[in-house]
């Protein structure tokens, strides 16, 4: 079964439009993806997702796996039942949340060692276990465990690292075939996960070895985790040339406006970062001139809304002067509106980035797009 086709591809740029195909429901691509560690996006409804216009989001196995757990999430089917939400989820493998442990996990061939960061009891993650995980889960595209490492790296470190993603890929892969030959009419996706640091050999040789196993997605993981943009930058439009054109490409980590029309621009499809809402929570505005703090005292008397071109309910309905009043106070809703706007925003940008696409214009919206943003009112 085809699960990705490309319907439309800009004449100037690498920049693409896609049908990503899935259990729960066809996307379009590129798609940018809200955090939902938990199974919700911080502070949103679903009904205000849909609202919105989101399609899918992504959830984290390891967190999933500690609240509700698994048995919770056996006894409603899925996380799908769960939430009651009917639209795409993807999962990640949690491989960067252990990654964040830093001096909590222990990292073999047969997988990570690591202490709860709730109560620091100690568990034990093998490839075979997170794809049981995911499939308990039951998430439309599920990742493979993987080794993301930090930056600066040393050489032989990444190295190593790389050669244990690809273990895990491999293993990865058997269990979810034998999974999911059983239980072909609820298929998930896997997505490969692309390793390597800032080397390009390392990441040629990591994107050579996660395509020849064959997954239904790329991911590239380990970037936006401290380097120099330039560095960012020419990992993301190197590596892109060893993953296939007809299959979905994600970049994992990615929220920066400037990002995500680099990554666009040189092929890449999928997205996510909880920058949207983890900004909007410390009172971050992102509008068509930039970002915005909305908790500047400059705030406090203006009546316009917090981006003029912008008609989502929170612009139409509520001043920067109040959403200011609301955080001042600690108002629990100036987290919501904040969240709520931020969201939609990307969600209006990825429509208005597919609309270029379509009309063979990408660098040109891109142009003026990123001048307005970066230019202040």
Not at 210 to 225: C, E, R
Not at 237 to 247: A, M, R
Request: glycine fraction near 6%.
């Amino acid at each position: 079964m085809k699960t990705f086709e490309i319907i439309k591809k800009d004449k100037f740029s690498k920049a693409r439009i896609g049908i990503l195909k899935t259990k729960s429901g066809n996307i379009l691509t590129p798609l940018f993806l809200p955090v939902g560690t938990l199974g919700v996006v911080k502070t949103l409804s679903y009904k205000e997702l849909e609202e919105i216009g989101v399609e899918a989001f992504i959830s984290n196995t390891y967190h999933l796996y500690f609240r509700p757990g698994e048995e919770v999430l056996k006894k409603f089917g899925g996380l799908h039942k769960f939430i009651n939400w009917q639209k795409v989820i993807f999962t990640d493998s949690g491989g960067f949340q252990v990654y964040s442990l830093r001096e909590l996990k222990k990292i073999s061939q047969d997988g990570v060692e690591f202490k709860s960061h709730i109560d620091g009891s100690l568990h034990f993650f093998t490839p075979e276990r997170v794809i049981e995980l995911q499939k308990i889960i039951n998430s439309d595209v599920a990742v493979c465990l993987d080794e993301c490492v930090e930056y600066p790296s040393e050489y032989e470190y990444a190295k190593k690292s790389t050669e244990i993603t690809t273990l895990w890929a491999k293993r990865c892969k058997e269990k979810f075939l034998e999974i999911n030959y059983a239980n072909s009419d609820n298929f998930q996706l896997l997505f490969g996960i692309i390793q390597g640091s800032v080397y390009k050999d390392l990441r040629k040789k990591s994107a050579q070895e996660i395509v020849n196993i064959d997954f239904d997605g790329y991911a590239l993981g380990g970037v936006s985790v401290g380097e120099p943009k330039n560095l960012l930058q020419e990992i993301v439009s190197y590596t892109v040339e060893f993953i296939p054109e007809d299959k979905p490409r994600y970049v994992m980590g990615i929220g920066e406006i400037e990002d995500i029309w680099f990554c666009i621009e040189n092929g890449y499809d999928i997205m996510d970062c909880v920058l949207p809402t983890r900004n909007g929570r410390n009172g971050q505005a992102l509008t068509s001139y930039g970002k915005i703090n909305i908790k500047n005292s400059k705030f406090s008397v203006d009546e316009s809304p917090l981006d003029l071109e912008c008609d989502c309910y929170v612009c139409k309905n509520y001043s920067r002067a109040l959403i200011h009043h609301y955080f001042k106070s600690g108002e629990l809703l100036g987290l919501r509106l904040l969240s709520y706007h931020n969201v939609y925003f990307m969600m209006n940008l990825f429509k208005k980035i597919r609309k270029a696409i379509e009309n063979n214009s990408f660098l040109d919206e891109k142009k003026k797009f990123l001048e307005k943003f970066n230019s202040s009112e």
